[in-house]
């Protein structure tokens, strides 16, 4: 059965948040305690993380501790998504595992050029998908074997510049994304994102104040519309900061759309 597992699904900043008082952030609730955005997936028993977050360490403890993914997708190298990477480096060194970081060549980058002390280390190999355009929409590839299809599809992230949308294609039909980190998506980096059986998103506020040049995540609000514009059969909201309060938010939603937690299991059929 292929199945995903929510490692972490908070913002960059985590839930409860340092030095804070408010009500999400002091509840003892488990449901709102939330580690930083990362996720697994087993797929016709090939096992894949996306991103690896600070908190990677412990969310493998709680959520894995028996099988080291063989491949890690990123989709975009900020802090919150790929500070883990050196306990992952450890973890694949000292157990004799060969593992792909694979993202489009602009984000291998930045990860070699902020970890060049991993490019060679045993256990690692930092691969670059292909890339062409397509449409004018430049999309990366990496084909796992004749029956998946990973592509990676970049997207704004506003103030915060891009990140990529992460699109899993099964030869049986079922298509599924990720898309953790985006803001004032254009209508031609949407288009890959219609009709899905499953699209994963982030929406770190429920309703946000902040200006729109300051902002590079959605929030729930605007979630609603987008839900609507491309009409996937279920939508699942992560990132989530200290704003929302799961079961009071949950009653909210609609009937296609629920709050992801960290641990979460899912099938992927």
């Given at each position: 059965m292929d199945t995903l597992t929510f490692y972490g699904t908070s913002d960059a900043q985590g839930v409860p948040r340092l030095l804070c008082g408010c009500h999400v952030c002091k509840s003892v609730k488990p449901h709102n305690h939330r580690t930083r955005p990362s996720c697994e997936f087993n797929i016709d028993e090939q096992t894949f993380?996306?991103?690896i977050s600070p908190d990677f360490r412990s969310q493998f403890q709680l959520y894995n501790n028996s099988h080291i993914p063989?491949?890690?997708?990123?989709?975009?190298?900020?802090?919150?998504?790929?500070?883990?990477?050196?306990?992952?480096?450890?973890?694949?060194?000292?157990?004799?595992?060969?593992?792909?970081?694979?993202?489009?060549?602009?984000?291998?980058?930045?990860?070699?050029?902020?970890?060049?002390?991993?490019?060679?280390?045993?256990?690692?190999?930092?691969?670059?998908?292909?890339?062409w355009a397509n449409n004018g929409i430049k999309?990366?590839?990496?084909?796992?074997?004749?029956?998946?299809?990973?592509?990676?599809?970049?997207?704004?992230?506003?103030?915060?510049?891009?990140?990529?949308?992460?699109l899993v294609a099964k030869e049986n039909g079922y298509r599924w994304a990720y898309m953790s980190d985006s803001f004032d998506v254009l209508e031609d980096q949407w288009r890959p994102f219609y009709h899905l059986d499953l699209f994963i998103f982030g929406t770190s506020f429920w309703k946000e104040n902040q200006p729109r040049w300051k902002r590079s995540v959605y929030d729930v609000t605007e979630a609603f519309d987008i839900n609507r514009m491309i009409e996937p059969k279920k939508m699942i909201l992560t990132h989530l900061s200290h704003d929302i309060d799961i079961?009071?938010?949950?009653?909210?939603?609609?009937?296609?759309?629920?709050?992801?937690?960290?641990?979460?299991k899912i099938t992927l059929n």
């Open positions: 993380l996306i991103d063989s491949t890690v997708l990123i989709t975009h190298a900020h802090n919150d998504h790929v500070a883990g990477l050196g306990d992952f480096a450890d973890l694949c060194y000292w157990n004799n595992k060969e593992v792909q970081i694979i993202s489009p060549p602009d984000i291998i980058n930045m990860l070699t050029n902020r970890f060049p002390y991993l490019v060679n280390r045993k256990g690692l190999t930092f691969v670059g998908t292909d890339q999309i990366s590839f990496h084909r796992v074997n004749h029956g998946i299809k990973i592509s990676f599809h970049r997207v704004n992230h506003g103030h915060n510049g891009y990140s990529y949308g992460i079961k009071k938010r949950t009653r909210e939603l609609p009937k296609n759309m629920m709050f992801a937690s960290d641990g979460l």
